[in-house]
């Protein structure tokens, strides 16, 4: 006998003797209702644990310029404010290189440090916390607009190479700058030995940055102007910062009276000579002043009256009219007595050999006694200014403290007295007619 499984809507089953049984539908359809209810009657299920939302921080960010920003001022930074909070951190990046900024003492503020680079995408997170201390986070990208106009700078002082004493810092723009406070304070300075100084604007093109008294010798000076993204006239940006490093070398000043006909020389801080010399017969006048060496030819080929690209040997340049000092054979025997050059300082060939060999750009030559005033921009004349005279020529008026940790502006009214010993160091201006 076989045993078979039927597949309709009820059960059928097969009996003893072939017969087949037919169990009714209805009743198969009651039985399981029954087992159903009978399964629901039990106890109830527990309730699914409802999720409790997580407090929200009260902390409201603000992230300036907005999100999606196309065509940002690169000159007004980056800022983050907070109100109901404070800032836990902020990561800015262009690219994969961070972006430095500032956090005001409440930490309610940030913002960047420098003007931003033109024409480069930028994000930024910001994590702030509230009173509470939970977190909220935000981030946003925007992209700085291109210029129409773009400027350059020339910096005179060249890479690891050596100056004088009174050596300034020269910049030169190729366009005019309108904005000459924000120039100032776009630029750091370190020096290996602290010093105090000032910038000075020559012309709307030409900033210059000037010790108080004489840079210590064998200082290590370092140079970064962030000029990037910084506007100095309407419309007009920076494109790229600007960096330099130099060093001052040995201490070598000339005293020139041309009274006396005696130029003194102090080497490294000490009297290292007191030479015989002959400066300007009357109406050539060496005039008054504290010049500085500016460069230097074995020989310099000079023409005056009554002779034309005369070589003349051992030259160190201290105007742009063509003053030097200069080995003159021709005049020994009047060097120490009498005045006889067309404006030069005649030294003897030895003389000025010697100095020669010592000289580098930016070695102050003083020149005294003179019936002559010296002519301001007639070769690097900052030193003809008094201290507070060239504090008047920064825009800001502040002084610059410099030092191994970088630069910072101070209030001069703040400063201690100078207690530099003339001529080894100088706090006053040389020239009675200093403009």
Request: hydrophobic letters at 35%.
């Amino acid at each position: 006998m076989r045993e078979t499984h039927g597949t309709g809507a009820g059960w059928q089953g097969t009996l003893a003797g072939g017969r087949r049984r037919h169990w009714p539908i209805a009743g198969a359809l009651l039985g399981v209702l029954a087992v159903a209810l009978a399964a629901c009657s039990g106890p109830a299920a527990p309730k699914a644990a409802v999720a409790k939302r997580a407090p929200v921080s009260t902390a409201q960010l603000t992230i300036t310029p907005a999100n999606g920003s196309r065509n940002a001022s690169p000159g007004k930074g980056a800022t983050i404010a907070v109100s109901k909070g404070t800032i836990a951190n902020v990561l800015m990046l262009r690219g994969p290189d961070p972006v430095s900024g500032r956090l005001n003492a409440s930490r309610t503020v940030w913002h960047t440090t420098w003007p931003l680079q033109p024409g480069s995408h930028y994000s930024v997170t910001v994590t702030a916390l509230d009173a509470s201390g939970r977190a909220v986070t935000r981030t946003s990208t925007f992209r700085t607009r291109r210029p129409a106009q773009t400027f350059q700078v020339q910096i005179f002082e060249g890479y690891h190479q050596t100056y004088g004493v009174g050596m300034p810092i020269i910049l030169t723009f190729s366009h005019p700058v309108r904005r000459k406070a924000a120039v100032e304070r776009a630029i750091q300075l370190w020096s290996s030995k602290p010093v105090v100084g000032s910038w000075f604007w020559d012309s709307s093109t030409s900033l210059v940055f000037r010790t108080r008294t004489y840079w210590p010798q064998h200082t290590q000076v370092r140079f970064h102007a962030h000029f990037s993204g910084l506007e100095i006239a309407r419309g007009v940006y920076g494109t790229a910062d600007l960096t330099q490093s130099f060093r001052i070398g040995n201490s070598l000043i000339a005293i020139v009276n041309t009274a006396s006909h005696q130029a003194k020389i102090y080497y490294r801080n000490k009297l290292f000579g007191v030479w015989p010399m002959s400066s300007g017969a009357p109406g050539d006048d060496t005039a008054d002043g504290t010049y500085l060496t500016i460069e230097k030819a074995n020989p310099v080929l000079m023409s005056g009256p009554g002779y034309s690209n005369f070589p003349v040997p051992y030259s160190v340049r201290f105007t742009w009219s063509g003053d030097y000092m200069h080995d003159a054979y021709w005049s020994v025997g009047e060097q120490g007595y009498a005045n006889v050059s067309h404006g030069c300082v005649n030294l003897s060939p030895y003389h000025a050999q010697v100095y020669y060999n010592l000289a580098v750009p930016g070695d102050p030559i003083t020149v005294t006694h003179s019936p002559a005033a010296g002519r301001w921009d007639d070769g690097w004349t900052e030193w003809f200014l008094t201290w507070k005279q060239f504090l008047r020529g920064s825009a800001t008026h502040e002084a610059v403290s410099v030092g191994p940790q970088g630069s910072s502006f101070v209030n001069p009214a703040t400063l201690p007295p100078v207690h530099a010993r003339p001529p080894l160091g100088t706090s006053r201006a040389h020239n009675s007619n200093a403009v």
